[in-house]
């Protein structure tokens, strides 16, 4: 069902999403809101849906029922070409594992989905310098990932899904391949990311600890989604 014009408009709206392979049923019905300028965390184990449930938000899957908006804009019935357009302009995507290109440097890798925009290089790389720079990665610009630790990696797979400008970040166990320190110094700077850039989060933890210091915490078990456990 569309949002109703007359109520504030949600970022992203999905109602009655339902997803199964094969015989097993991993979504059962679920209805979600984001609003803007939330950092909201998705919680549940290892195989309740959370992953799955990113994928058909961000436009990576579709549903076998059910429907995905983003503000007043029907999603999954588009197109690939569609959906791969409206990922490059409005969402942002950090994995578990970064998926950096080992030939391009730190600054290169940032830069790319603007490179594939359209951007001219010189702006590109700008942007990409000035998030990196953010992250705490200005010494860092031209190496590449071989010489960058695990939580350098990271931080620059974050500047590449920042380098748009994104409506929304969605992040995937961000923080899973981190050791305990670089994954708390991650963690912040996602919480600093929706506090002081307005950037809005949805992040799949395993972690309880990181989803009590978000705005919102969602939890996903059965199929179903709930805000309490």
Same mark, same amino acid.
């Given at each position: ?25 991993? /979504? ?27 994928? #058909? ?17 029907? /999603? ?64 860092? /610009? ?33 923080? =899973? ?13 996602? #919480? ?8 809005? /989060? ?20 059965? =199929? ?6």
């Amino acid at each position: 069902m569309q949002p109703n014009a007359d109520s504030p408009v949600p970022l992203l709206h999905a109602s009655g999403l339902c997803k199964r392979y094969g015989q097993l049923e991993v /979504l059962k019905g679920i209805d979600f809101r984001l609003m803007q300028g939330q950092a909201t965390a998705l919680v549940g184990a290892s195989g309740a849906g959370k992953s799955t449930l990113l994928q #058909l938000l961000g436009t990576l899957d579709y549903p076998d029922a059910g429907e995905v908006y983003f503000k007043h804009e029907r /999603l999954d019935t588009q197109n690939p070409k569609a959906q791969a357009r409206f990922r490059n302009r409005h969402l942002g995507f950090v994995f578990q594992f970064h998926h950096l290109l080992p030939e391009f440097t730190a600054l290169e890798n940032a830069a790319m989905p603007a490179y594939i925009a359209g951007v001219p290089r010189k702006e590109a790389e700008q942007r990409a310098a000035e998030w990196l720079a953010w992250l705490g990665l200005a010494e860092r /610009l031209h190496h590449k990932p071989g010489e960058l630790s695990g939580g350098e990696q990271q931080r620059t797979a974050v500047a590449r899904a920042l380098i748009n400008q994104p409506d929304l970040l969605l992040a995937d166990e961000p923080t =899973g391949n981190l050791d305990s320190e670089n994954g708390e110094r991650l963690f912040r700077l996602f #919480l600093q990311l929706a506090e002081e850039k307005g950037v809005t /989060l949805l992040i799949a933890t395993h972690n309880p600890d990181f989803a009590r210091r978000c705005h919102r915490q969602l939890y996903i078990r059965d =199929g179903l989604l709930s805000e309490q456990l």
